[in-house]
């Protein structure tokens, strides 16, 4: 069932749409409608006017998820499940071309050669203002100046269309001949061209590691991955080309020699260790330059603007023979469309760290199985699962191993027939490790039940103790001054500037998490119960005082209830910070949880996994807050009548 | 006669701003990016400015703290060239599509150590009695991958093991509190820090006779090497010459120390441990079909993911750049 749901996540996304535009489009108009009719009986900054309105709820999280859908490339896959496939058979042969279109106006505004020039130029320009007149003599500096000079003819000849020899043209030639052809072959109809039988069975978009299948699997593919293996030799071709007039030779093999005489000058004896290196140095930066221009890579202008213009002709055939799929890139794939990198094609833009809402919800249907054999969970362990907890465990946990100790007699030796006979001091020992077996009790397990522990845990003791110190704050003088710097000194910091000491004194085990959220849930319980009490309304207590009431039951019945509503609030604000600060705390000394899923996955870049703990810890949040919601309203509904 | 004056000084100031930015485009600039306290020779080429020389081009370095940070700068076109990129993070990036590409070796060095807490009577010969214990250990990185092929010769079951993910410096920390029992720790001053407390599980010699070491690379973005090869060849050419340079004389050391951010002694220490293999060794033995390099990112791709199909990872590996 989960496979085949699996399977079929793009038809299933699909249909999902559907319904979410229906549910747009309806509840918009439903909410239009009742506006309208509300409108004329409603005052504005009535509080009465926020509620209801379900259908905008259903307006919101409609927008939010085709939003979700449109921008992770969601829609376009659901509708055009080949799209992916046939931008990857284009971009293989935007990959093979670039080389060329790398050294051409088309692809990088310059003819490859006018960089080269300029930038050879500029090195030139400077070596000339440093030839280091100390340690060469004037003769040779004289040569040295007359090198760079010959290089900068070197570049003017290469640049030179009169003196392009005739085999380099020829071979442009033949490769403005070859892209034309190719430009040609695009054009032509693929009907006729098949898909492989293996590129039929690979996985489909985004079932594998391999997010785009990389082999072509329409026909229009095929034509795409072909035009691109024939272009991969034409690129090579173009690469091979170089430029090397005849005037050049002469001058090349002249000033190599005139730059191994200088070479020669060095090495003998008239030089001292650091004029040598300084010798070394400059001659080698003039070389670097002439080995460069040797090269041959600098081409004439006009020799390049055929094969300018046959890449621009291929550019076109290649727009001619995308077809209709243009238009599907450019509204259903926002973005940088897919990119081919040596491996495999990738998405690109928003679609490569917004995984699609369907692959979420496969991701985390994967991690919240059970069965680790499977493949379920996360390093071994379920999202949110059941186990026997050995209650022996609970007992080692609580019962000091030194009771044992303590108890009179001695512990078991082996006897001289090799037997043990453990007393009762050692069973007491067993039992105070927890190795004595007690039976055992269901428990939940799993990384989000750990968090939500450390969290519930933290929150609970926060509450005990902050309530309390707060209202009596509120309520006392002692308390109050005694109390306030400790507490706002310590407040501001932000909880991950206490994870070094946490480290050292807790340990790696929970009771650090736990201390680390505490400290965040206390300081907002304290504050918000504070407030609550001394924000009571002097006539109510005086009221009850002069009724009879004592201290303690002005604090029961009157201080308390009037602080329960800045109490509750503390708690969902709480709640709030509390699952904000867990990934920090999980950071510590990663073991289990929803924090420590993320940290890992992040290390590898992995957004489906980021994207699930991201949604868990939304969710998870927003149903921690609709609960208290509740216990709000059923609990104090003098809220905010006081 | 006014609007003749106005076009006049419009058409000189125009012809002003061309003349001052002639070909703009060409003095371009390159983005590197660099670890800081991880001593190399490039960094005296750096400090010189010999990469800017003879690139004919600004080279712009910038500071990182992990390979991984590196990856995603790169990703988002910020970085053209990572010097010294983990192998870990850039095999990861490779999995996940990541259009980069191996050009070379930065520093071959020891495999990072993993400490044994001093006292516990633990070392190579009795490994297995590890099992049960708690270990700290940067998870996805090159000390996780040392780990685990430690474990591996020393046949000890690592799924017995509880494994805490834990940043080298709160690891060598929780080593010292005895909240683990072993922790692997990559960089200079945890790895001290862990070196106080404990020993690592195997001498630099075993590790030798194991076969066990690891290197980082010089990695690029695709774009970039395809755009600009002649850019990467004179940046791998400096690279190769800062090395042949490097004498380990004190002048040169100073420079290094300053520009990593370390201290004397520490730098000295950590470059001897180092090695910077030549461009024709680098060709020879790392980056071949089947060299070190391809291997090495083979093996670590099944540590990471499972994915035991290392020839797609070695389809990224590219020695050309060197000349």
């Known amino acids: 069932m989960g496979e085949l749901l699996s399977y079929n996540r793009a038809y299933i996304a699909a249909f999902i749409i559907i319904v979410l535009v229906a549910m747009f489009v309806i509840s918009v108009v439903v909410g239009r409608k009742e506006t309208a009719q509300r409108d004329k009986d409603e005052v504005f900054g009535d509080p009465e006017r926020t509620r209801g309105g379900w259908y905008w709820s259903a307006c919101g999280v409609a927008t939010l998820l085709l939003v979700w859908f449109y921008f992770s490339w969601g829609v376009g896959r659901a509708y055009f499940p080949e799209a992916a496939n046939e931008m990857c058979q284009v971009a293989k042969l935007e990959e093979v071309v670039s080389p060329i279109k790398a050294a051409l106006p088309i692809g990088s505004r310059y003819f490859k050669s006018t960089l080269l020039v300029a930038r050879n130029t500029d090195q030139l320009d400077e070596l000339v203002t440093q030839v280091p007149s100390d340690v060469f003599s004037p003769d040779e500096q004289d040569e040295l100046r007359n090198i760079i000079g010959d290089q ?54 985004g079932l594998s590691i391999i997010e785009i299948p990389v082999l072509p699997t329409t026909s229009r593919g095929v034509l795409f991955d072909t035009v691109a293996g024939e272009a991969a030799d034409i690129t090579t071709l173009f690469n091979k080309i170089r430029n090397h007039p005849v005037q050049n030779d002469r001058i090349i093999s002249d000033v190599k020699q005139r730059i191994q005489n200088l070479k020669t000058a060095t090495e003998s004896d008239d030089f001292d260790a650091a004029a040598i290196v300084q010798r070394n140095k400059y001659i080698k930066s003039v070389e670097r330059i002439f080995k460069r221009l040797d090269d041959g890579t600098i081409f004439p202008a006009r020799a390049l603007e055929e094969v300018n213009g046959a890449i621009a002709n291929l550019d076109a055939a290649k727009d001619h023979a995308r077809g209709g799929l243009a238009w599907i890139e450019s509204l259903f794939f926002p973005g940088q469309g897919v990119v081919k990198s040596r491996t495999q094609c990738t998405e690109q833009g928003s679609a490569r760290w917004l995984p699609k809402p369907t692959d979420v ?86 990384h989000l039940w750990d968090s939500l522990f450390r969290v519930l845990v933290a929150l609970a003791l926060g509450i005990l ?17 005694f109390f306030d710097p400790l507490i706002e000194l ?153 | 006669m006014k609007s003749v004056l106005k076009s006049t000084i419009l058409a000189a100031g125009v012809a002003a701003v061309v003349a001052a930015a002639p070909l703009a485009q060409a003095a371009e600039e390159v983005n590197a990016a660099f ?48 010097y010294s990129q983990g192998l870990a993070p850039f095999v990861t990036a490779i999995q996940q599509g990541a259009p980069l590409k191996m050009i070379g070796i930065a520093v071959v060095y020891e495999a990072n150590d993993c400490f044994v807490k001093n006292g516990s009577g633990i070392d190579s010969s009795n490994a297995s009695e590890l099992e049960g214990k708690t270990v700290a250990v940067p998870l996805n990185t090159m000390a996780d991958y040392a780990f685990r092929r430690y474990m591996s010769h020393l046949d000890v079951d690592t799924s017995t093991l509880k494994i805490v993910d834990q940043a080298p410096a709160d690891g060598a920390k929780s080593l010292a509190d005895g909240a683990v029992d072993m922790a692997c720790i990559f960089g200079g001053a945890s790895a001290k820090a862990a070196g106080e407390v404990g020993t690592p599980i195997m001498s630099s010699q075993e590790k030798v006779d194991a076969g066990i070491g690891s290197f980082d690379v010089i990695s690029v973005t695709e774009k970039f090497a395809t755009e600009h090869p002649e850019l990467v060849r004179a940046f791998m050419e400096v690279t190769e010459e800062a090395n042949l340079a490097w004498k380990a004389t004190d002048e040169q050391l100073a420079k290094v120390s300053k520009d990593a951010g370390m201290d004397l002694e520490t730098t000295k220490d950590q470059m001897a441990s180092f090695i910077f293999p030549s461009a024709a060794e680098q060709k020879e033995n790392y980056l071949g079909k089947d060299g070190i390099a391809a291997q090495a990112a083979a093996s670590l791709g099944l540590v990471f993911s499972g994915d035991s199909d290392g020839s797609s990872i070695a389809k990224t590996i590219d020695g050309s750049f060197l000349e």
């Open chain 1, 465 to 481: 103790l902050g309530v309390p110190l707060g209202l009596f704050m509120g309520v006392s003088r002692f308390f109050k001054s």
């Open chain 1, 490 to 642: 310590y407040r501001p910091v932000p909880p991950l500037a206490w994870a070094p000491l946490i480290l050292t004194i807790f340990g790696i085990t929970d009771d650090g998490k736990i201390f680390l959220l505490f400290m965040v849930a206390f300081a907002i319980m304290v504050i918000s119960a504070r407030t609550g009490a001394s924000g009571t309304q002097l006539s109510k207590i005086r009221a009850s005082h002069s009724l009879g009431a004592s201290t303690s039951q002005i604090m029961r019945y009157v201080i308390l209830p009037n602080a329960m509503p800045e109490i509750l609030t503390g708690v969902r604000i709480a709640i709030g910070v509390c699952w904000g600060t867990l990934v920090a705390a999980e950071i510590l000394a990663g073991t289990t949880g929803i924090g420590f899923i993320e940290n890992i996955a992040r290390t590898v870049s992995d957004y489906e996994l980021i994207w699930v703990t991201i949604l868990i810890m939304g969710i998870l949040g927003l149903m921690f807050d609709i609960i208290m919601r509740w216990v709000i309203a059923r609990t104090i509904p003098w809220r905010g009548k006081g």
């Open chain 2, 35 to 82: 670890f800081l306290e991880w001593a190399t020779p490039n960094q005296i080429a750096k400090v010189d400015k010999a990469y800017d020389a003879a690139m004919g081009v600004d080279v712009k370095w910038a500071d990182f703290s992990t390979g991984v940070a590196m990856t995603e700068a790169m990703l988002s076109g910020d970085i053209d060239i990572s």
């Open chain 1, 361 to 446: 919800v496969a991701e985390f249907l994967t991690l919240s199985n059970p069965d680790i054999e499977a493949g379920g969970g996360y390093k071994g362990i379920p999202l949110f699962w059941w186990k026997w907890l050995p209650l022996q465990d609970v007992v080692g946990f609580f019962v000091p191993d030194s009771i044992a100790d303590i108890w009179p007699g001695e512990y078991a030796q082996l006897g001289p027939d090799g037997t043990i006979t453990p007393s009762f001091k050692d069973d007491l020992l067993a039992f105070a490790r927890g190795e004595a077996y007690l039976g055992a009790i269901p428990m939940l397990d799993g």
């Open chain 1, 152 to 205: 900068r003819q070197l570049m003017a000849n290469s640049s030179d269309p009169t003196q392009l020899s005739a085999q380099t043209s020829s071979e442009l030639n033949a490769l403005v001949g070859k892209i034309s052809l190719l430009a040609d072959k695009l054009k032509s109809d693929p009907t006729s061209l098949k898909p492989t039988e293996e590129a039929l069975a690979q996985p489909k978009w």
